[in-house]
Structure formats: structure tokens, C-alpha cells
């Protein structure tokens, strides 16, 4: 029976360890640190996401601005508020939730973050300090990723790991981390030929391919540990939906441990753009 990964749990742990550092850090300096959270329009599925972070930001003892912003507004318009959240030195991190409407380019605003608030961890500049491996904040989907994989493999020297997507938000930046601790990285997606051979001989498997049930059991060696990023809604049969990831769960009892979807990687995505932010407020002093 494969163990069970609890991100939730892990991420409440995460929130409550940074609350203290926060507490600490406000004694220090006399400073809180601030988020500030832009949501474009009133896509239903990042208001829950900006939820959650506001709420998780309140736990942690970070304050945070939430920027309401019409679909209508212009990328002239957003770069201007993203300017001006630049230079306010009370604002300690900036997060634009994606997507963004169609007409503005999601690279040119985040490319105008600077790159100390960049909590997101997707601005160029950050990109590639992790590429070369030098101080950078880190996207938090990948860093979750890690503390999930830490927690039942603490030496990754020598293990084979298969990353699957190649997304800028994950799958590029999970690779870079992995290689980082000496595992042996190979990068796939969902037009990899011979895909399940290349799965069966890893040690460690972190699948964000958006496919729901991509990875069966057969693709999966026993005894590897698996990292299901994958949110999906699909039919439940019922009239209704449910969130699945993209491994077939059932299927995968002789992994020696797994993430379940929901509950795995979702919490801890948040937890570290808790991490991020106090991070970012402590680079500003």
C-alpha cells in the first residue's frame, strides 16, 4: 500500500513555522510584511485561488492588498499599478493571478515585477539564478514539490527521477531543482515517444502534464515515489464534477508513496508563497 503524502498537513506546518518568523522578524524590524494581490476580471476559478492565498496571508501574519481590477483595463493600465507597487517600499511582494485576459501579454507584466518582490518566482531574473543554481525565489508550485519528495526521500544523489511537462511553472524549474540535488533528470511530456517505458525507470515521478489519469499503474515501478501536480475537473457521473490529478490514483498501491489530488500539492503551493513573501520583505532590509 503506498503512503499516503499529506500536503495539507504539511502545509499547515509550513504557515504556522513562518507565522512565528514573521512575529519574530515584525520585532526586529517593526515591519510587516505586505502582499499585494492583483486579480484581472472575475475568472471564477482564480477568485477561490486569491482566496485561499488571502486567507493562508492572514494565518501567517502577512498583510495583505488585494487590486481588483476590471477585464477591461489595459496592459498599459496594469504595468502602471504593477510601477507603482514597485516603488511603494511598504509592499513587500507582488502576485498577478493568471490567467490574464486576452489582450494583455502575461510575460511583459510579470517581467515588469522586480525581481526582489517576485514572489511568484517567475521573473527572468529569478528564472535564472535557479538555472545556475545561485540565490533565487523559487516558483512555489516546484518548491512544494521538493519538501513533498524531502519527506520520504531526504538523499536524492544518484536517483532517477522523470519529470513530466515541460511548463515554465513547473516542469522547467522542478527539473532545475532536482538536477541541484545530483538526481538524474529526464524531462518528458505528452509527446515523448515510448513515455511509460521512460516512467518505469524512474525512482521518482513529478507529473504536471494537465491530463487527467495520464500515468497508470503499469507506467509506475514499485516502490517509486510519485508527485501528482495535475488538477483537473472532470465528470463524476452524477451530474456533478470532482477534482482528479493526473495520475490514475487507484492504480498506483505499489508506489511506495504518492500525493493525492486534492490535497497533495495545492496546499503547499500556498504555504510557500508564504515562505516567498517573508522571504522578499527579509531581501528588502
Known amino acids: ?34 502582499l499585494a494581490v492583483i486579480l484581472v476580471g472575475h475568472d471564477p476559478a482564480s477568485e477561490v485561488y486569491v482566496r485561499r492565498k488571502l486567507a493562508a496571508s492572514a494565518k501567517a501574519g502577512i498583510r495583505s492588498v488585494k487590486h481588483d481590477i476590471p477585464a477591461d483595463t489595459s496592459e498599459a493600465d496594469l504595468l502602471a499599478l504593477v510601477d507603482r507597487l514597485n516603488a511603494d517600499r511598504n509592499v513587500h511582494g507582488i502576485l498577478i493571478q493568471l490567467p490574464l485576459p486576452r489582450h494583455i501579454d502575461p510575460a511583459v507584466v510579470l517581467d515588469r515585477i522586480d525581481p526582489l518582490k517576485d514572489v511568484d518566482g517567475f521573473h ?4 535564472g ?7 533565487a525565489l523559487v516558483p512555489c508550485t516546484p518548491l512544494g514539490c521538493m519538501m513533498l519528495i524531502d519527506s520520504v526521500v531526504p538523499d536524492l544523489a544518484g536517483k532517477k527521477a522523470v ?19 545530483e538526481a538524474t533528470v529526464t524531462v518528458t511530456h505528452i509527446r515523448t515517444v ?5 516512467v518505469r525507470s524512474a525512482d521518482i515521478v513529478v507529473v504536471a502534464a494537465g491530463v487527467p489519469g495520464l500515468v497508470r499503474g503499469d507506467w509506475v515501478k514499485p516502490g517509486a515515489v510519485v508527485i501528482d501536480v495535475g488538477i483537473n475537473r472532470i465528470d ?12 490514475a490514483f487507484d492504480e498506483l498501491d505499489h ?5 493525492p489530488v486534492p490535497g497533495g500539492v495545492g496546499p503547499m503551493t500556498v504555504a510557500c508563497l508564504m515562505a516567498n513573501t517573508l522571504r522578499a520583505a527579509r531581501s528588502q532590509f
Request: some cysteine; proline content about 5%.
Open 194 to 198: 515510448n513515455l511509460p517505458d521512460i
Open 129 to 135: 539564478r535557479l538555472s545556475i543554481g545561485t540565490d
Open 1 to 34: 500500500m503506498a503512503a499516503i503524502i499529506d500536503g495539507k498537513a504539511m502545509a499547515a506546518r509550513i504557515v504556522q513555522d513562518t507565522a512565528d518568523q514573521i512575529a519574530a522578524f515584525r520585532e526586529d524590524t517593526g515591519v510587516q510584511p505586505t
Open 163 to 181: 519529470v513530466i511537462g515541460k511548463s515554465n511553472i513547473v516542469g522547467k524549474p522542478v527539473a532545475l531543482l532536482l538536477l541541484e540535488r
Open 255 to 259: 508506489a511506495a508513496a504518492i500525493t
Open 236 to 247: 463524476d457521473g452524477q451530474g456533478g464534477s470532482r477534482i482528479v490529478g493526473d495520475c
Open 124 to 127: 527572468p531574473v529569478n528564472v
